[in-house]
């Protein structure tokens, strides 16, 4: 039971690892590649990109083959691309290899938390996904430390390479850690009619929406700061390649904390209750944050990351019990139920790369202010689904 979490959550993990570990390593790249730092944001977009157009096939593929084979397939396609991304010569050809990670690396991440429902149920889930949650939102943190280190060891292609030794430890941790959870009879038919109806059932369901744009706007925030982790750091904050620390340890350090305590509340505390006291928390933090950075503060330390701490925070408290919520709307279709959660929080994220983090990422208060909004948004997706608890539209949950 102790190894099955922890292969879970680096199954998880592989996702937002991969897009973090580049960032220390884009000054070297900008020289070697001769690009500018624009260009160079595409290594984050196209990958971000390729990840949620696949993530809408890997949950339903997952549903129809097994849980094993689509995590085993998609991790050895991301060996692979690792090694094009590290012999790459060129700018174009580093993000070929790029949209192939992204392309796989959405099979272990988005089935890995599919098999969480598949064999447990009620606060058992609650607390096995809050785990998972726990080592998963290490990754942030890890990967630019990581990279950072690894850049005193070698040159950037380093990177890539040390990103397919981790796929082929991930490969033989499931070989020998994972069982398959979907058996035979449970089977969905292999066939492209049958997938896109099993996702047409997902998005006619209007909890969905509710659920995963709450989450996706709330985390949101959070990535805003994640993705544009180059920026905010160098930039605003003004430090260097070893420097990332001083963003993401706070910001995960409170997020492992969220859901640390998000699994000790289960089966004590309401799921419903869980999630509206953490988005209350990020909340109140964003506005902080946004205070601290109209005084001018907000690129000082430590007050830089006080209001992101209390929204990482927020978001650990509720972004477990989410996931369960989202997957306990379909039982039969939990694979395709992930895939279009992930796809839309994935595809948002992508977007706001490219058309708001560039725009508001000059100063601590345009990250503060957009954070803020998408806080709001993602608060008032949530208390719409809380009226439709309420009024019985859909059932409470049950974790």
């Keep these: 039971m102790v190894a099955l979490p922890v292969v879970l959550a680096m199954l998880s993990m592989i996702g937002p690892f991969s897009i973090d570990t580049p960032f220390p390593a884009f000054d070297a790249m900008r020289g070697d590649l001769r690009v500018d730092s624009d260009q160079l944001q595409l290594v984050v977009t196209v990958y971000m990109l390729a990840f949620a157009a696949m993530s809408v096939f890997h949950g339903p593929l997952s549903d129809a083959l097994g849980r094993r084979p689509v995590i085993l397939g998609s991790i050895a396609v991301y060996v692979v ?27 272990s991440t988005i089935v890995s938390r599919t098999i969480i429902r598949d064999v447990f149920e009620g606060a058992e889930a609650q607390r096995l996904m809050s785990r998972v949650a726990m080592i998963f939102g290490l990754a942030p943190a890890i990967a630019p430390i990581a990279g950072g280190l690894l850049l005193q060891l070698g040159p950037w292609e380093l990177v890539f390479w040390f990103m397919a030794v981790l796929g082929l430890v991930l490969i033989v941790a499931t070989l020998v850690v994972l069982p398959e959870t979907h058996p035979p009879h449970a089977r969905t038919e292999l066939r492209v009619r049958e997938i896109l109806r099993g996702l047409g059932e997902v998005v006619r369901q209007p909890a969905f929406h509710r659920i995963a744009w709450a989450g996706t706007f709330v985390f949101g925030a959070q990535f805003l700061y994640i993705g544009g982790a180059a920026i905010f750091v160098v930039d605003v904050l003004g430090g260097g390649e070893l ?100 796809c839309v929080t994935l595809s948002f994220n992508a977007v706001a790369a490219v058309a708001i983090t560039p725009y508001v990422g000059g100063s601590a208060l345009g990250f503060a202010l957009t954070a803020l909004l998408l806080v709001v948004l993602g608060v008032l997706c949530w208390l719409a689904h809380r009226r439709a608890l309420a009024r019985g539209v859909v059932p409470a949950p049950t974790s």
């Design 81 to 107: 691309a690792s090694i094009g991304c590290a012999v790459a010569p060129s700018l174009g050809w580093l993000l070929v290899g790029r949209a192939v990670q992204g392309l796989s690396a959405g099979g």
């Design 243 to 342: 420097d990332f620390w001083k963003l993401f340890v706070p910001m995960i350090g409170s997020m492992v904390l969220g859901s640390w305590i998000s699994g000790r509340s289960a089966g004590i505390i309401e799921p419903v209750l869980i999630v509206s006291a953490g988005y209350a928390i990020a909340l109140v933090g964003m506005v902080a944050g946004t205070v601290l950075a109209l005084v001018g503060l907000g690129d000082t330390l430590p007050w830089a990351f006080v209001g992101l701490s209390l929204l990482s925070f927020g978001n650990g408290l509720g972004y477990p019990i989410v996931q369960l919520m989202v997957l306990d709307l379909l039982p039969t279709r939990r694979g395709a139920v992930m895939s279009g959660m992930t």
